[in-house]
């Protein structure tokens, strides 16, 4: 049976699942994640509304064979019509776009201080939440 993986994108800098699960087709694994989406979801939809969580297939970990906007499945908003539920959608998606250009930029700018410390001899900080400050090393 083959192994599927999650990454739950928030905008925050994303969460990987590196054990996965094994299911016996990929309608069931996409089933299984809508189930996690709910319940990530479930009395927080405004907080959570722009996340997405992709579903990986054995070690495809470069192209998801189905992504989950929380958006698109928010029960909150069935009473909107269409037209603006895809507006809620749309805009959801872009506030977690910018979210991770932002996270990216607070990145890069720790890793230049990181490096002109290093480079000066001073102390710096190493790692964050277990992952190198520098990129590299």
């Known amino acids: ?41 479930r009395s927080r939809e405004a907080e959570t509304r ?22 698109s499945v928010d029960p909150s908003l069935d009473h909107l019509t269409p037209k603006y539920r895809a507006m809620v959608e749309s805009v959801s998606e872009r506030k977690r776009l910018l979210s991770d250009v932002i996270h990216t930029v607070k990145g890069t700018l720790m890793e230049s201080q990181a490096l002109v410390a290093r480079a000066r ?17």
Not at 23 to 38: E, I, N, Q, T
Request: include cysteine.
């Open 1 to 41: 049976m083959p192994v599927y993986t999650f990454r739950l994108r928030d905008g925050h800098g994303d969460v990987e699942d590196t054990t996965g699960v094994q299911f016996s087709d990929r309608d069931s694994a996409l089933g299984y994640a809508r189930d996690v989406v709910d319940e990530l979801m």
């Open 50 to 71: 722009s996340w997405c969580l992709d579903v990986y297939e054995g070690d495809e970990a470069d192209s998801p064979i189905g992504e989950i906007p929380f958006a």
């Open 121 to 137: 001899g001073k102390p710096y900080l190493a790692s964050q939440f277990g992952k190198s400050t520098i990129r590299g090393i």
